[in-house]
């Protein structure tokens, strides 16, 4: 049901308005996100690093075989199905009380980082919602969403509204 739904959906202005910032400053923009949707990938991006994983990925639950592209639709009919070597497939996807993904890159890059950008995010999910603490001080940091976060104190800036209406003109980018 998820893939069928994150199948239909299509990026927005915000993720345009990253992917050229991405084309713009190539590596020097590290583009993390919690969603495991590819609507980053849809708009342009390619250095995108997805700390829940990928929806559109599957892998095996017991040997080291890599995540594999895979748009299949689960058949409960069918049963689970199973890897060579005889484990479960499930979907590439971190689920609630799992570590996230990619967490040594994640952390190399907020040490790194002079702005921190969030978007759309509770404020509320960890280790996520730590990270602005972890680069405050020294960064710049930037919300931008509909909703204020419930770490919206650890910014110094909140911009409020729509991702896809803020995102491109904090960023000067035109997405038309």
């Given at each position: 049901?998820?893939?069928?739904?994150?199948?239909?959906?299509?990026?927005?202005?915000?993720?345009?308005?990253?992917?050229?910032l991405e084309?713009?400053?190539?590596?020097?923009?590290?583009?993390?996100?919690?969603?495991?949707?590819?609507?980053?990938?849809?708009?342009?991006?390619?250095?995108?690093v997805?700390?829940h994983?990928?929806?559109?990925?599957?892998r095996?639950?017991?040997?080291?075989?890599?995540?594999?592209?895979?748009?299949?639709?689960y058949?409960?009919?069918?049963?689970?199905?199973?890897c060579?070597?005889?484990?479960?497939?499930?979907p590439?996807?971190?689920?609630?009380?799992?570590?996230?993904?990619?967490?040594?890159?994640?952390?190399h890059?907020?040490?790194?980082?002079?702005?921190f950008?969030?978007?759309?995010?509770?404020?509320?999910?960890e280790?996520?919602a730590?990270?602005?603490?972890?680069v405050?001080?020294?960064?710049?940091?930037?919300y931008?969403?509909?909703?204020?976060?419930a770490?919206?104190?650890?910014?110094t800036?909140c911009?409020?509204?729509?991702?896809?209406e803020?995102?491109?003109?904090?960023?000067?980018?035109?997405?038309?």
């Amino acid at each position: 049901m998820r893939r069928r739904v994150a199948a239909e959906a299509k990026p927005n202005p915000a993720h345009s308005a990253l992917a050229k910032l991405e084309q713009k400053l190539q590596d020097r923009l590290f583009l993390c996100t919690q969603n495991v949707d590819d609507l980053h990938e849809q708009a342009g991006s390619i250095r995108v690093v997805h700390m829940h994983g990928e929806l559109f990925k599957s892998r095996c639950d017991r040997c080291t075989r890599p995540p594999f592209h895979d748009t299949s639709m689960y058949d409960p009919s069918a049963g689970i199905p199973r890897c060579e070597c005889g484990g479960r497939i499930r979907p590439h996807i971190c689920w609630f009380g799992e570590v996230p993904l990619d967490l040594d890159r994640i952390f190399h890059a907020l040490d790194e980082c002079t702005v921190f950008m969030a978007v759309g995010t509770s404020g509320v999910v960890e280790p996520a919602a730590s990270f602005v603490a972890q680069v405050g001080g020294r960064a710049r940091t930037i919300y931008v969403g509909a909703e204020e976060p419930a770490n919206a104190s650890a910014f110094t800036e909140c911009h409020l509204g729509k991702a896809g209406e803020v995102l491109p003109n904090l960023l000067g980018t035109s997405c038309v």
